[in-house]
């Protein structure tokens, strides 16, 4: 040790400053495995992006699929459910509550199919982006209310349009029900946007938290 610290002393180099430059040299190594193990974003992509409120934005074909999706479900529920009252015969001229337009039944196979295949994949796409995190989870709280009216909208069309032998209980059912259940469930989802859109801080973290950060104690040190 002697002979070392004269050596450097004859080079012109204090053994304390090579002592530190060693410490600098693990903490800087040490903070840059953290920074690889933690998957931040300089390392796995562009950052998220947000808004100039603070809130982390949607992507915007994030944003479009849903869009897509909302607007097709009450169709493809529509689809789906079919004819109500399927044991009345048209030969006893059954009432209506209100009746049905007269379409053509490859019109409604084509709009059915194309509305069902638009939701799914809508669904699936912001479903992709809720588990990747680009979409923060208390946005369902503003999803599924859409969903349900839209679920009541087309089961109600086919209740108020049933065939049946005089008064049409079911559509008084569905009328004083299924109308609150709407309006409520439209409130609920603007009114829960607007509260998220103004307190940025209720948004969930994408998946993956932190890594471990680089302390004084957990680096190396150089002999």
Not at 6 to 26: F, K, L, M, N
Not at 65 to 75: E, K
Not at 170 to 189: H, M, N
Request: with cysteine; net charge positive.
């Amino acid at each position: 040790m002697l002979k070392a610290s004269s050596a450097a002393s004859r080079d012109g180099i204090c053994p304390q400053s090579v002592s530190g430059t060693s410490d600098r040299r693990g903490v800087v190594h040490t903070a840059r495995m953290a920074q690889q193990g933690s998957g931040t974003p300089a390392d796995h992509g562009s950052p998220t992006p947000v808004d100039n409120g603070g809130t982390p934005a949607v992507p915007g074909h994030i944003v479009g699929s849903l869009v897509v999706a909302l607007v097709s479900f009450p169709f493809a529920v529509w689809w789906l459910t079919g004819p109500v009252a399927r044991g009345v015969p048209l030969s006893e001229d059954p009432d209506y509550f209100v009746r049905p337009p007269h379409l053509d039944p490859a019109l409604i196979r084509t709009v059915g199919i194309v509305s069902t295949s638009l939701c799914v994949i809508g669904l699936a796409i912001a479903l992709r982006a809720s588990w990747t995190g680009l979409l923060r989870g208390r946005w369902w709280a503003v999803i599924g209310p859409l969903l349900l009216a839209g679920a009541v909208l087309g089961l109600g069309e086919r209740v108020l349009t049933a065939p049946v032998i005089g008064a049409n209980i079911g559509a008084g059912f569905g009328i004083v029900a299924g109308v609150p259940v709407v309006l409520a469930s439209v409130a609920w989802a603007v009114s829960w946007g607007i509260h998220l859109r103004g307190h940025p801080n209720l948004a969930q973290r994408p998946r993956g938290g932190p890594g471990p950060r680089a302390t004084p104690d957990s680096s190396p040190t150089g002999n």
